[in-house]
């Protein structure tokens, strides 16, 4: 179970967060290795004054329409299978809503099972967690 953060500048439509949201949650399931349906993420809009981001370290130019997409994933991928990610989702974003590739930074981190409840207080011990 992938969960994925998703912080942008604040003064996007609701159809453009929708828009975001879907093809993250695509570009995961067509190349991270998510299950239909296992779809959890939490979209953080913020003031000028609140998201810092430099707009040229290591790419760039990057624009007021930066996203930073932070996921935390149960089980780990190939470096592989990460790029395939990194080069789907860009290309998603970059068809619908109109980010431009160098606006999309991605941050993958794992973690065990044993550090999930998917609900009822159980641990997530036994589960395959994303």
Do not use: C
């Not at 998703?6 to 991270?32: T, W």
């Not at 990194?86 to 993958?108: F, H, K, N, W």
């Amino acid at each position: 179970m992938p969960y994925a953060r998703i912080s942008l500048l604040k003064g996007k439509s609701p159809e453009y967060l929708r828009q975001l949201s879907d093809n993250v949650y695509r570009a995961m399931h067509e190349a991270f290795d998510v299950p239909a349906n296992d779809r959890f993420q939490m979209i953080h809009q913020h003031e000028p004054w609140e998201l810092f981001f430099d707009r040229d370290y290591l790419g760039g130019p990057r624009s007021d329409g930066f996203v930073l997409i932070a996921i935390t994933a149960g089980r780990p991928r190939d470096a592989q299978t990460k790029q395939a990610f990194y080069r789907r989702l860009v290309q998603l974003l970059g068809e619908s809503p109109g980010i431009a590739t160098e606006d999309v930074m991605v941050q993958v981190s794992t973690s065990a099972s044993e550090d999930w409840s998917f609900g009822g207080g159980r641990m997530g011990i036994g589960a395959q967690p994303g």
